[in-house]
């Protein structure tokens, strides 16, 4: 069974409007983190944004915001105001367990995201 | 503060050869793992390593190998290249302390076997 379920291969979404890229994830651990990260052409992963599985408010990053649904398994990235550089892929990954060193990340297939004029 | 640093950021190479890939984690950062990105099965992961040890590391076969130096710098290295080794190969580096432990990426490596 797949651990992170991204069911958008592709969006659309026209500048300025708001999007939601959708994530679910599954793990029996109950310490996690999950993260949103976005990759251009050129390939780059850029960190957008990350939420712990014990905080309780849902992690923001200036237009970038994660809903996190933690009963549901789900965390979804929303975009406000979208620009024409946005225009990328998306992808959430989960990291689970705790402990000093463990960075081991499990990705969805991700999101391709296009933000026209 | 400078970010991760990948080297090759491209190279060719020919089917048999072996090729290494260098990776210098953020300042201060003790954890550096290392991804496998192609179109057909997407981000696999492929070691982890904190302190120079290999706390893990993912379902690829033998070929592929890595370590750690002192500095925290990664290499991996490919052996006996096949032409399904061409991929992105990406490192990312963890500090300890970083808001949510955040895993930050370099640019890749990209790396075609012909």
């Known amino acids: 069974a797949q651990k992170i379920t991204q069911t958008q291969p592709g969006m659309f979404v026209q500048e300025k409007e708001a999007v939601t890229l959708d994530c679910t994830y599954d793990t029996s651990d109950q310490s996690y983190g999950l993260f949103w990260y976005k990759q251009p052409s050129s390939g780059e992963m850029i960190f957008l944004i990350y939420?712990?599985?014990?905080?309780?408010q849902n992690a923001t990053e200036g237009r970038y915001s994660l809903n996190f649904q933690k009963a549901r398994k789900s965390a979804n990235l929303v975009i406000s105001a979208s620009q024409l550089g946005d225009s990328a892929m998306y992808f959430c990954?989960?990291?689970?367990?705790?402990?000093?060193?463990?960075?081991?990340?499990?990705f969805g297939k991700g999101t391709m995201l296009l933000v026209s004029p | 503060k400078a970010g991760v640093t990948q080297t090759p950021r491209y190279l060719i190479k020919t089917r048999g050869q072996q090729v290494t890939l260098s990776c210098s984690p953020i300042s201060g950062h003790r954890s550096v793992s290392w991804y496998q990105q192609t179109p057909g099965q997407g981000l696999q992961f492929l070691f982890e390593?904190?302190?120079?040890?290999?706390?893990n590391k993912g379902n690829f076969p033998g070929r592929f190998s890595g370590r750690q130096f002192s500095n925290s710098r990664s290499e991996m290295n490919v052996s006996t290249l096949e032409l399904g080794d061409s991929a992105l190969y990406l490192c990312a580096s963890r500090g300890e302390g970083a808001p949510g432990n955040t895993i930050y990426f370099g640019e890749g490596s990209w790396l075609t076997v012909v």
């Open positions: 390593y904190f302190s120079e040890t290999q706390r």
């Open positions: 939420q712990g599985s014990y905080d309780e």
């Open positions: 990954a989960m990291r689970e367990g705790r402990g000093s060193g463990y960075s081991t990340l499990t």
